[in-house]
């Protein structure tokens, strides 16, 4: 990687915005990045499509001076995890993301094996997903509500040495509180208009009452990437995180 560019990924960002390029393949992409400036915000890839293109989008978004979150959610045995978040590393990634239910060994492992890399990913334990609501929850089986079990996983996480995790803004400001003023707060689910919207996202929250509640960085992708002008969204959002 070029050293500048390093340089440039490992600073701290300076706007809360994370983009969500839910997109499907690396052509439109890249047509909506050409609008964007690394100034306005953070990007994110997910699971769709880095299946879709490979380390090769995710590299050449970094080395045009994008801080990457690598949002795979990894969940596997602690070898496997600490290792895709050393290649991950490897890649430049500013963050990288695996579910805290994974257990303390596996969060650990992971944390150990960036712990001294040059260029250390923010690591990331994705708590509850913010598509379920409590009825959902409740199916999976586990005897708490969303809210104990969003506070015991992270929690968790900050005792296996992850920098923050992944919450609802709903859950924000009780962790802001729990964890200190240091954790990353994640906070998926943020929409220009909560009451229109109509999508699979349940626990969500506008960008001002996110940012009032705690959040570090609020990922959004539709909001942004079908506006008419990302870039006047992305100015407005910055704008108001700066008068916060």
């Not at 598509?131 to 996983?153: H, K, N, P």
Request: contains cysteine; hydrophobic residues 45%; negative net charge.
């Amino acid at each position: 990687m070029n050293p500048l560019i390093a340089d440039f990924v490992s600073e701290n960002a300076r706007t809360p915005v994370i983009v969500a390029l839910d997109f499907a393949d690396e052509k439109s992409t890249l047509a909506f990045v050409r609008r964007l400036e690394p100034d306005l915000c953070q990007l994110k890839i997910g699971k769709e499509l880095f299946t879709a293109t490979g380390r090769n989008l995710a590299e050449s978004l970094i080395n045009q001076g994008f801080k990457l979150f690598l949002d795979l959610k990894y969940h596997d045995i602690p070898h496997t995890v600490a290792q895709a978040c050393k290649v991950a590393a490897d890649m430049g990634v500013w963050m990288v993301d695996m579910h805290a239910s994974g257990g303390r060994r596996m969060m650990e492992a992971a944390a150990e094996a960036v712990a001294h890399h040059a260029h250390k990913p923010l690591l990331i334990g994705v708590t509850v997903l913010t598509s379920m609501d409590e009825q959902d929850f409740a199916e999976t089986g586990v005897q708490r509500s969303i809210a104990e079990q969003v506070s015991a996983l992270a929690a968790l996480a900050q005792q296996s040495g992850l920098d923050g995790v992944v919450c609802s803004a709903h859950e924000a400001a009780g962790l802001r509180t729990e964890r200190g003023e240091d954790f990353v707060l994640v906070t998926p689910g943020i929409r220009l208009d909560v009451a229109g919207n109509s999508d699979d996202q349940r626990r969500i929250m506008t960008p001002a009452q996110a940012l009032a509640a705690g959040s570090s960085y609020l990922v959004m992708g539709r909001p942004i990437t079908q506006a008419a002008d990302p870039v006047a969204v992305l100015r407005e959002v910055n704008a108001a995180a700066a008068g916060a």
